[in-house]
């Protein structure tokens, strides 16, 4: 009976303890610990959508005869008829663009390894045609045979015509813009108009010197309207021939012993004329130029500057200018 009364006891007692702990409250469980957020992705910047440069090509030009001519791409194969003209393309930066030149482009020393299409006046089609040109540069020699057979070929042909320095700088414009290359073109005739307008400087209000320019033994030379007579004026001199009855033209000896110039160019010495020779000439003996020894021999390339309507004509308007007033270039 014993036994029975302390198994019993013992039950309540578990029933007791096990009744406590179910009354006991729910412990709260604990916030977690804050942590630091997460770093925020920076986004990667997308860059805008460039807007697209438009094209300059098909391009309608008004050529130097007044022509307009239509450039359907921008030229990769130009081909040019004149040593003026390849001498601009170069120092334009475009001589990996031409594709002919004729055999009398010599400047610069890379335009003499270019195909040659034919001479200055007489092209060759054939020749012309096989370096497929898709741009072709002319001087008005070309307006009247050259100039109808480019166009019938349906080729796009710029007359450039140059005949004053204003004429050149336009000259280089026109082909810059032609070829895509216009602000080449800009820095070139800024540099060419900078050191003109320093020659003018110089020379202003000198007295000016009268001027024969001897372009063969024969007594032909530069007349009113021809590029030289232009260099002349701007080099501070009066042309003998300024008031000729056109560009180029043949005097007499009379006539040039008459006028009396003070300062003879000879575009003739490199074929054989010097200052020797035009002293033994008869009654030149007298003339001033002879006297006081100011006769000029210019050299091939002094004469092709002179002759060429291209950028080397800043360097044939200083020639001509320190050759007049010599005292006015002093260093």
């Given amino acids: 009976m014993k036994g029975v009364r302390h198994l019993i006891t013992l039950g309540l007692t578990l029933a007791l303890l096990l009744g406590l702990a179910a009354c006991r409250p729910t412990p ?7 942590t630091s957020p997460p770093p925020t992705a920076t986004p990667t910047p997308v860059p805008p959508t460039p807007t697209p440069t438009p094209s300059l090509y098909p391009m309608t030009v008004t050529d130097m005869a007044g022509r307009e001519v239509n ?4 030229p990769q194969r130009i081909v040019s008829l004149a040593p003026s003209i390849t001498e601009i393309l170069f120092a334009l930066n475009l001589g990996d663009r031409v594709a002919g030149v004729t055999e009398f482009c010599n400047y610069p020393p890379e335009a003499t390894e270019k195909p040659k299409v034919g001479g200055f006046s007489d092209v060759s089609m054939e020749k012309l045609l096989e370096v497929q040109p898709d741009l ?4 008005s020699i070309h307006m009247a045979q050259v100039l109808p057979e480019l166009e019938k070929l349906g080729l796009p042909v710029l007359v450039i015509d140059a005949h004053d320095f204003p004429g050149v700088l336009e000259s280089i414009r026109l082909i810059g813009k032609a070829t895509g290359a216009e602000e080449a073109a800009g820095d070139l005739t800024a540099q060419m108009q900078e ?3 320093r020659v003018a400087q110089a020379v202003k209000d ?3 010197p009268r ?3 001897e372009l063969d033994p024969t007594f032909w030379t530069a007349g009113p309207g021809s590029f030289v007579q232009d260099l002349i004026e701007r080099a501070g001199g009066e042309n003998i021939a300024a008031s000729a009855e056109a560009a180029w033209v043949q005097l007499s000896a009379e006539a040039i012993i008459a006028a009396d110039p003070e300062v003879i160019f000879l575009a003739d010495h490199p074929w054989g004329e010097s200052a020797e020779t035009v002293k033994a000439r008869p009654g030149w003996e007298k003339i001033s130029a002879v006297v006081n020894g100011r ?4 050299t091939q390339e002094q004469t092709d500057i002179v002759s060429r309507p291209g950028p080397r004509v800043v360097d044939a308007l200083e020639l001509i200018a320190r050759a007049l007033h010599p005292d006015a270039f002093q260093p």
């Fill in 28 to 34: 709260t469980p604990a916030p977690p610990t804050p």
């Fill in 71 to 74: 450039i359907p791409a921008e």
């Fill in 136 to 139: 072709v540069l002319v001087a």
């Fill in 195 to 197: 050191r003109a307008d």
């Fill in 206 to 208: 000198r007295p000016r």
């Fill in 211 to 213: 001027v024969y320019w």
């Fill in 295 to 298: 006769i000029v021999e210019l």
